[in-house]
């Protein structure tokens, strides 16, 4: 049974830290493309950043770049997202992502992703 587990989220100041974490079980995804996404009460499923099978390209959305930053361990098969100066707005529950279709570069799209992790909360105070 697959199963991707986000951890790392919690409760914030503005302008603080966090590093979250998803790791993987049940198959290894070394190959594929792993994302992490985040969706906000009452607002859609939002892109963050993605990172290709190796590690070597990555992408980030909008609201990430210059902030987040994306890697991953494939010995341990797991994905992280440290996030600096976090925000108000970047309060949200955060997900992980797998797209089996994919080696290099992230889609944007969620609708593009196979697997999801249950998501983790990070809350950011002003």
């Known amino acids: 049974q697959v199963q991707l587990v986000e951890s790392g989220g919690g409760l914030v100041q503005a302008g603080g830290s966090l590093r979250l974490s998803c790791a993987a079980s049940g198959r290894t995804f070394s190959s594929y493309v792993m994302a992490w996404f985040r969706q906000a009460a009452g607002k859609e499923r939002e892109f963050v950043a993605g990172?290709?099978?190796?590690?070597?390209?990555?992408k980030y959305g909008d609201s990430a770049k210059g902030r987040f930053t994306i890697s991953r361990d494939k010995a341990k098969n797991a994905v992280y997202l440290q996030m600096n100066n976090l925000k108000p707005e970047d309060t949200a529950g955060y997900y992980c992502?797998?797209?089996?279709?994919?080696?290099?570069?992230?889609?944007?799209?969620?609708?593009?992703?196979?697997?999801w992790g249950q998501g983790t909360q990070v809350t950011v105070s002003s």
């Open positions: 990172i290709s099978w190796s590690g070597g390209i990555t």
């Open positions: 992502a797998v797209d089996e279709s994919r080696h290099f570069y992230a889609a944007v799209e969620d609708r593009d992703y196979d697997y």
